[in-house]
């Protein structure tokens, strides 16, 4: 177990300088676009297992490892509340949220549901435009997991979800499908270093292309179904075992 000095340190080795004036590509930050881009990089923290299952969000340490104002830092933490990632215990405050294992399976088969429908809507044959901006996606992410890169591996698989879902025409249906795949962020640190599994993913990411290029539709439904399935019964294998 990590204490709270060993946290610290780990974060402030973590946290970037002048990430008060700008962001990861080196622009000048303030306002909301400040707040988003610490919301990411705690985001990232709690995916990559900085920040552990019921840890505390300290304003004042977090203000202090980012050099930020603390509205900043309180700002960020409720946009993570809102996005599942956090939750706020009594006499304890803002915490990294575990999630049970029927909140994971509940999020797991809404998220099939969802994701299942959208792959019926989206039109066979697809633009060859959009093709090719899914096989430069999953080029990025095999990429980035063959490099160990874990952030890019992150970032790229989200693109490459969202380009596909985007084109199934109905803007309701891809921002629940965004707003519960943000939600299983709090459990996809189960599989940040596992090779073998990130590979299957970005196999699974070539094997919906193809489907989309042979235009077939079932098979393109059932890959979107079954690529969430192992996150999932990892976490819940492993909450039972550890915090139940």
């Known amino acids: 177990m990590k204490t709270r000095t060993q946290t610290k340190t780990q974060h402030t080795e973590n946290a970037p300088a002048n990430v008060d004036a700008f962001g990861q590509s080196g622009e000048r930050l303030a306002g909301d676009a400040l707040v988003q881009d610490v919301t990411a990089r705690l985001e990232e923290a709690i995916v990559f297992g900085r920040l552990l299952p019921r840890e505390r969000l300290i304003e004042e340490d977090l203000s202090q490892q980012f050099d930020l104002k603390r509205h900043v830092i309180r700002q960020a933490i409720v946009e993570l509340e809102r996005l ?62 063959e490099a160990g890169n874990r ?80 996150a999932m019964k990892r976490y819940v294998e492993t909450i039972r075992s550890q915090f139940d």
Not at 167 to 192: P, W
Not at 196 to 222: C, P, S, T
């Open 84 to 145: 599942g990632l956090v939750e706020r215990i009594r006499n304890r405050g803002a915490v990294v949220k575990v999630y049970s294992a029927k909140e994971v399976e509940d999020i797991n088969a809404v998220r099939e549901l969802l994701e299942s429908h959208a792959a019926t809507f989206v039109p066979l044959p697809l633009e060859q435009a959009a093709r090719e901006r899914l096989r430069a996606l999953q080029r990025r992410h095999h990429e980035a997991v």
């Open 151 to 230: 952030r890019e591996v992150f970032r790229a698989n989200i693109a490459f979800h969202e380009e596909l879902f985007s084109h199934c025409g109905n803007d309701a249906l891809i921002e629940a499908i965004r707003t519960h795949a943000q939600k299983s962020h709090a459990y996809r640190s189960i599989f940040v270093n596992d090779t073998h599994y990130l590979l299957w993913a970005a196999q699974a990411h070539l094997d919906m292309i193809r489907a989309i290029e042979a235009e077939d539709r079932e098979a393109l439904v059932r890959l979107c179904r079954e690529h969430l399935a192992p």
